[in-house]
């Protein structure tokens, strides 16, 4: 079973409001003292992003692990307490971490469970340990839900459909780079770096090297 669910929490908030390809965690282990997650900054801004950490209170230790399609890893340890309570909950009921995206309230988290009872478990977790979660879906039959993304991350994945929704690829356009940024909220220049970054990955994980493909992961 799929479930995905939302937790506020200020963990990388700074570094996910100044990345413009947003933060993706792809992995998160944790034990009553705290958690190590594995995430991808969507910036070149290495030095900007280095700061941000060392002044964020939420992260104990950050180590940069390298760059890869135009933004960089990190592993990052931290005692943040609804991120604690959320991977115990998971380690509790043999829940699966599958991915999460940083946005402006907190993290928005897919998690995978071998049946309802076990979410129900995970929730009664969490509420005991006085952490409000979000559930926005519940998925029972996987085998179509995983969707490929070919390495593209959510916010790339975003403005690429709102791309093809709104005309930007016909002949002649029916939209322009503007009018995608107006829809997301964002300035022009990000939305361009989103397209192009996005429209690279795509091509590298398809037509260029469709052997390399991995799901859910941005590549280089």
């Known amino acids: 079973m799929i479930v995905e669910f939302h937790v506020e ?31 991808w900054v969507g910036t070149d801004e290495k030095h900007s992003v280095d700061a941000t950490l060392v002044s964020d209170d939420r992260v104990a230790r950050a180590v940069h ?21 959320i991977g115990n909950g998971l380690l509790r009921t ?19 469970f071998p049946d309802r009872s076990a979410v129900l478990t995970f929730r009664e ?20 839900e995983a969707t490929e993304t070919f390495g593209v991350t959510d916010p790339q994945r975003e403005v690429l459909l709102l791309a093809l929704e709104e005309g930007y690829f016909t002949v002649p356009r029916d939209a322009s780079l503007s ?12 939305a361009s770096e989103r397209l192009r970054r996005g429209t690279g990955t795509l091509v590298e994980q398809t037509l260029a090297a469709p052997d390399r493909h991995q799901l859910g992961l941005p590549n280089k």
């Open 125 to 144: 977790h969490v509420v005991a340990e006085n952490l409000d979660v979000d559930v926005r879906s519940m998925i029972e039959d996987d085998a179509d």
């Open 65 to 85: 692990v390298g760059p890869e399609a135009g933004g960089h890893w990190y592993v990052v340890h931290t005692t943040d307490g609804p991120l604690t309570t």
């Open 9 to 39: 929490t200020g963990f990388l908030r700074e570094v996910g409001g100044s990345a413009a390809d947003g933060v993706t965690m792809q992995h998160l282990q944790c034990t009553e003292d705290g958690c190590r997650t594995v995430v």
């Open 179 to 190: 009018d995608l940024a107006g829809v997301l909220d964002i300035s022009s220049q990000a």
């Open 94 to 112: 043999d829940g699966v971490f599958v991915r999460a995206t940083c946005d402006e309230g907190g993290w928005s988290i897919r998690g995978r």
